[in-house]
């Protein structure tokens, strides 16, 4: 089976740069994905990992350690729009398993 | 990246009846999910629609609840049959990327059962 731990809830301030972590337990590997969803809309993919290292795209960087099976995302100049549920996924043969999200609040 | 049109966008049903959910890809690929997001929670997979063969299911559904079609390489339908109020969810398609580096999603049943 897989299991996938987020935290619930982070706040942060307008500017701020802000890190959400993802861990997993597996039983393959092959890839993580990070997902943004604003309320009542779908997700939007925003990361893929498959080799340790930072991924950089723009303001969203993506952190994947295998071995540790540790994973996050970092979000540098916040700005209000990035109010959302930020979304782990693991992938194991061509199938996603989702994290429960982390619900981030940016305040001005 | 691929674009998924997905529709309904949104319906209200009575119990008893059932919906069909289409989703259409612009552009051929080789897999396509179902999956289904309930108030507040997560994503869960329901299932994998398999070009030309039945669809995979995940634990927990069955096929007889949620059939599923896949004609071609850019077309899947979801059935959701014998609707009850515990169906009410968000319904989302999903497929992935040529280079299995991306995964995009259409953008959502929203179904609500009286």
């Known amino acids: 089976g897989q299991n996938i731990d987020q935290p619930t809830e982070m706040t942060a301030t307008e500017g701020a740069i802000v890190q959400i972590n993802c861990t997993y337990q597996t039983s393959g590997f092959n890839g993580l994905f990070w997902y943004q969803q604003h309320a009542g809309e779908a997700p939007t993919f925003l990361s893929y990992n498959v080799l340790d290292g930072l991924e950089e795209k723009g303001r969203f960087s993506s952190f994947l350690s295998r071995s540790k099976g540790y994973s996050y995302l970092l979000l540098k100049e916040l700005q209000m729009k990035d109010s959302a549920s930020y979304l782990c996924?693991?992938?194991?043969?061509?199938?996603?398993?989702f994290g429960k999200g982390t619900m981030l609040l940016v305040s001005p | 990246s691929a674009v998924i049109s997905q529709k309904p966008s949104r319906d209200i049903c009575q119990r008893g009846t059932s919906l069909t959910i289409q989703c259409q890809v612009d552009?051929?690929?080789?897999?396509m999910f179902w999956y289904r997001q309930q108030p507040g929670q997560s994503l869960t997979l329901i299932a994998t629609?398999?070009?030309?063969?039945?669809?995979?299911?995940e634990s927990g559904f069955v096929i007889d609840k949620f059939p599923i079609s896949r004609p071609n390489l850019t077309f899947s339908t979801l059935t959701v049959s014998n609707m009850s109020p515990e169906d009410s969810s968000i319904y989302l398609c999903s497929d992935m990327g040529q280079f299995n580096t991306e995964a995009f999603f259409g953008q959502g049943t929203r179904l609500t059962v009286v």
């Open positions: 996924a693991v992938r194991r043969d061509g199938t996603l398993t």
């Open positions: 629609a398999n070009q030309g063969s039945e669809a995979t299911y």
């Open positions: 552009s051929q690929v080789t897999m």
